[in-house]
C-alpha cells in the first residue's frame, strides 16, 4: 500500500544537475543500449522489459511553476537513473499541470502552497460548457505557458535529450477538470450524446495542441520505449482521444505489428494500480486481463 503521509509515495529523492554539468555523452551511449532492447522486445511475441522511473515529487507538484528548478531535478534523475540496469532510457517531462484541455474552456490554475496546481471549475453543466466557445489551447495562458516551458527544456538541453508532451488528458478527464464531477456524471447519464459532443470538442482541441507541440519538440521527441512503452495504451484506457489524433499517431509512428494484443498488457499495470488506489471498481478489468493471459 502507498503510505499516504508522504507527498508523493512513488518520488525518487534526487540531487539536480545544472545542464552545462550534465554528462550528455554518457546518456546517448545509454539511452542507445537501452532503445535496442526495446526494439528488440517490440519485435518479438513475448518477453518482459523492466522500466525503473525516477519519479521526483517536486516536478508533479507546488515547484513545477518553476521550468529552471524542474529541469535541473529531472536532469538529475536522468544522472541517477543511469546506473540502473533497466530497459528502458527515461525521458525529460515538461509538466505544468493538468488544466492544458480544460483551460480552452476558460479554466484557469489555481496555486496553494505546496500543492500541484489546481484548475477552477467553470462550469455546472454539460449544457453550459457547450455553449462556451473554446479559444485554441495554445492562445491560453496555461497553453502559452506550457509551449514556454517546451522550448526552455530544449533550448538548454541543445535538443540532445529526449522530451515528452504535456502530461496528455483523454476527453473525460479535461470535461472533469471543467465542471463538479457530480454534476458531469448527471449529464452523462441523463444525455449522453452531449457529453459525446463535448468530448469531440475537447479531444479535437488537445489534438490540434500536440500538432503545435510536437513540430515545436521534433527530433527530440520522447517515443515509445523512452520510459513509458505504454503512453499509446493509456489514451485509450479512460475515454480515447479524437479519431484524428490515432491517425495522425499512426502516421507519424506506425505501430508495430500485434500492438491490439499488447494493448491490455500496457494497461494493466494502470489498472492495477487504479485498483490499489481506488477500489474494488477495477477488479473486474483487471481479472479479465488476466484470465486472456
Not at 59 to 66: I, L, S, T
Not at 102 to 125: C, M, N, R, T
Not at 159 to 181: A, Y
Not at 251 to 261: H, I, K, M
Request: charged residues 25%.
Amino acid at each position: 500500500m502507498f503510505d499516504t503521509s508522504l507527498r508523493d509515495s512513488q518520488s525518487t529523492a534526487v540531487t539536480g544537475v545544472a545542464p552545462e554539468a550534465f554528462d550528455f555523452d554518457r546518456y546517448a551511449e545509454y539511452a542507445a543500449r537501452q532503445d535496442e532492447k526495446v526494439r528488440r522486445f517490440m519485435a518479438a511475441d513475448s518477453g518482459v522489459l523492466v522500466y525503473r522511473r525516477f519519479r521526483v515529487a517536486e516536478v508533479y507538484g507546488w515547484e513545477c511553476r518553476d521550468r529552471e528548478l524542474s529541469l535541473r531535478l529531472q536532469l538529475g534523475a536522468l544522472q541517477q537513473s543511469m546506473d540502473y540496469a533497466a530497459d528502458m532510457a527515461n525521458y525529460l517531462e515538461p509538466w505544468y499541470g493538468i488544466g492544458i484541455g480544460a483551460a480552452a474552456f476558460g479554466s484557469k490554475y489555481i496555486w496553494l502552497d505546496g500543492q500541484a496546481p489546481a484548475v477552477s471549475d467553470q462550469f455546472e453543466s454539460i449544457e453550459e460548457a457547450l455553449a462556451y466557445d473554446p479559444a485554441p489551447i495554445h492562445t491560453t495562458e496555461i497553453g502559452k505557458d506550457q509551449l514556454a516551458y517546451v522550448e526552455y527544456f530544449l533550448d538548454q538541453t541543445k535538443g540532445k535529450l529526449p522530451v515528452s508532451f504535456c502530461d496528455i488528458q483523454s476527453p473525460l478527464n479535461i470535461i472533469s477538470e471543467m465542471m463538479p464531477t457530480t454534476a458531469l456524471f448527471e449529464d452523462m447519464y441523463e444525455d449522453p450524446d452531449a457529453y459525446s459532443e463535448l468530448a469531440y470538442r475537447a479531444g479535437g482541441l488537445m489534438r490540434d495542441y500536440l500538432v503545435k507541440m510536437r513540430a515545436l519538440i521534433g527530433d527530440a521527441l520522447a517515443l515509445p520505449g523512452h520510459g513509458f512503452a505504454s503512453s499509446l495504451a493509456m489514451t485509450e484506457l479512460f475515454g480515447g482521444f479524437h479519431p484524428r489524433f490515432y491517425d495522425a499517431y499512426r502516421e507519424a509512428r506506425p505501430l508495430q505489428p500485434g500492438y491490439a494484443r499488447r494493448r491490455d498488457l500496457y494497461n494493466l499495470y494502470h489498472l492495477l494500480n487504479h485498483l490499489n488506489l481506488f477500489g474494488g471498481g477495477y477488479l473486474g478489468a483487471v481479472r479479465s486481463i488476466l484470465n486472456r493471459y
